[in-house]
T-cell receptor, first 112, second 114 residues
Framework: AQTVTQSQPEMSVQEAETVTLSCTYD???????LFWYKQPPSRQMILVIR??????QNATENRFSVNFQKAAKSFSLKISDSQLGDAAMYFC?????????FGQGTRLTINP | GAVVSQHPSRVICKSGTSVKIECRSL??????MFWYRQFPKQSLMLMATSNEGSKATYEQGVEKDKFLINHASLTLSTLTVTSAHPEDSSFYIC??????????FGPGTRLLVL
């Protein structure tokens, strides 16, 4: 079965700085998708960014970018110019042929 | 696009009663919807996959007779918690699939059973 591991339960960053959240996964599938979701205090799950495994180019969405290392099964999220509104739980997720699998989450705090 | 709504956002009920939660995809059709449960400070746990026009697929350990799922149309799935008990109190979230593998989530329903 596929597993997703987020080794950082909590992270903090100074406003306007850059922070990287780690995610690793385990799979034997060759075709899959990876996602980062954000869950603010409202608890609404918000899609931040997605990456297709067959694409070598790292996905980017404005201040959010990923470092996708397929051979290492690593999928980290970089947030540039951190803003107070970025404070949330961040979940890494994997989707192959079966169900969407989530990591344990990383709580990100932004220090003003 | 890709908006998913959930109703109600919060519900309090007495032990032994049933509660229905609706999940709607507002601007797209979803042949498959998903129901999750989330305990405080934990990740999302998939309860079941709701398929339009057929029976839901439940994850191991989830009682199908307690958590009834109906996928009435391509835009609506409902979760009914039957004979609710305090241990059923939780945060329930639905999602709908679009663009292949991407899931979009509803805002969640906080259930409190007294």
């Amino acid at each position: 079965a596929q597993t997703v591991t987020q080794s950082q339960p909590e992270m903090s960053v100074q406003e306007a700085e850059t922070v990287t959240l780690s995610c690793t996964y385990d799979t034997s599938e060759s075709d899959y998708y990876l996602f980062w979701y954000k869950q603010p205090p409202s608890r609404q799950m918000i899609l931040v960014i997605r990456q297709e495994a067959y694409k070598q180019q790292n996905a980017t969405e404005n201040r959010f970018s990923v470092n996708f290392q397929k051979a290492a099964k690593s999928f980290s999220l970089k947030i540039s110019d951190s803003q107070l509104g970025d404070a949330a739980m961040y979940f890494c997720a994997y989707k192959g042929a079966q169900k969407l699998v989530f990591g344990q989450g990383t709580r990100l705090t932004i220090n003003p | 696009g890709a908006v998913v709504s959930q109703h109600p956002s919060r519900v309090i009920c007495k032990s032994g009663t049933s509660v229905k939660i609706e999940c709607r995809s507002l601007d797209f059709q979803a042949t498959t919807m998903f129901w999750y449960r989330q305990f405080p400070k934990q990740s999302l746990m998939l309860m079941a996959t709701s398929n339009e026009g057929s029976k839901a697929t439940y994850e191991q350990g989830v009682e199908k007779d307690k958590f009834l799922i109906n996928h009435a149309s391509l835009t609506l799935s409902t979760l009914t918690v039957t004979s609710a008990h305090p241990e059923d109190s939780s945060f329930y979230i639905c999602s709908a699939g679009r663009q292949g593998q991407t899931q979009y989530f509803g805002p969640g329903t906080r259930l409190l059973v007294l």
